[in-house]
């Protein structure tokens, strides 16, 4: 199946300072990708969808300002999280579709632990 | 989009089929079935998908009743490398996938 890579797999970092998560998909043009988080034994939770060239749409409670998005080419999504802070540790996943009609491949996730 | 609903535990026996059901009573015409499942710190992996018929691969099968309104997913000999979260998910129309709590089976040896 196709692939999705995420880097770094973990980061630890400190509070106050800003982390940039990378989602590329390897063999396959993506025109959209996704964002989720996960908090320990809860489910994924879709942060926001990212658009190539234009501007991500975010959930509902998701800070657009905090959790900055960029998809600058058909292989490659960041998410920035700004001003970390100890809540926002958590493990972060992105994932990728060609079509309506394909399925969804994930990256392997990334743990981010805010010290 | 439409929501599902899956029992939130359940135990299988090594080399046994293993058969996960899944309710989505509110799916529309032209959404499909997926399944995913999570195995501990990692990110979902596809299993599979369908519309309206059933489907099998490597992995898995997936039977769909004729009404769409449930579906069955079906491991054919688990293994304790299958234990995991299992989720099934309704596909919506703007390319999203939104998880449930799925359902976390155990293999026993």
């Known amino acids: 199946g196709a692939v999705v890579s995420q880097h770094p797999s973990w980061v630890i970092c400190k509070s106050g300072t800003s982390v940039k998560i990378e989602c590329r998909s390897l063999d396959f043009q993506a025109t959209t990708m996704f964002w989720y988080r996960q908090f320990p034994k809860q489910s994924l939770m879709l942060m926001a969808t990212s658009n190539e060239g234009s501007k991500a749409t975010y959930e509902q409670g998701v800070e657009k300002d905090k959790f900055l998005i960029n998809h600058a080419s058909l292989t490659l999504s960041t998410l920035t999280v700004t001003s970390a802070h100890p809540e926002d540790s958590s493990f972060y996943i992105c994932?990728?579709?060609?079509?309506?009609?394909?399925?969804?491949?994930f990256g392997q996730g990334t743990r981010l632990t805010v010290v | 989009d439409a929501k599902t609903t899956q029992p939130p535990s359940m135990d299988c026996a090594e080399g046994r089929a293993a058969n996960l059901p899944c309710n989505h009573s509110t799916i529309s015409g032209n959404e499909y079935v997926y399944w995913y499942r999570q195995i501990h710190s990692q990110g979902p992996q596809y299993i599979i998908h369908g519309l309206k018929n059933n489907e099998t691969n490597e992995m898995a099968s997936l039977i769909i009743t004729e009404d769409r309104k449930s579906s069955t997913l079906i491991l054919p000999h688990a293994t304790l490398r299958d234990t995991a979260v299992y989720y099934c998910i309704v596909g919506s129309n703007d390319y999203k996938l939104s998880f449930g709590a799925g359902t976390t089976v155990t293999v026993r040896a």
């Open positions: 994932s990728a579709r060609e079509s309506l009609d394909t399925e969804a491949f």
